[in-house]
């Protein structure tokens, strides 16, 4: 178990928690509301979770990194151009990258 960690169970990512019938009873009929009460238990969950914020919020900007890098990596193909290159090359693959994704 990680530090900071309770002993609670995280629900895996993207998959919804099961919601009691008590909820679905205070809610009415429609599956948008059932939805919105399992993606209001769950945020609830994480945070309740972790005792320490700062865990949650490292855990994102390393998935960030990671989506970015590979975005970088996959859009101008880095990897297999720097061979050879200098420094001033990954700015320009930098720059290329910046302007032509946002």
């Known amino acids: 178990m990680l530090p900071g960690m309770k ?3 995280l629900p895996l990512p993207g998959m919804p928690t099961p919601v009691t019938p008590s ?3 205070n809610t009415s009929s429609s599956p948008w509301l059932v ?3 399992n993606r209001k238990k769950n945020r609830n969950l994480i945070l309740e979770t972790y005792d320490r914020l700062d865990l949650v919020l490292k855990i ?3 998935q960030m990194r990671k989506y970015f890098v590979l975005d970088f990596n996959a859009r101008t193909d ?7 290159k200098g420094k001033d090359f990954y700015m320009l693959m930098l720059r290329y ?4 994704r946002f």
């Open 35 to 37: 939805e919105d009460a």
């Open 23 to 25: 909820e679905i009873e």
């Open 78 to 84: 880095y990897i297999s151009k720097k061979r050879y």
């Open 7 to 9: 002993s609670k169970q």
């Open 60 to 62: 994102l900007i390393r």
């Open 97 to 100: 990258y910046i302007t032509n």
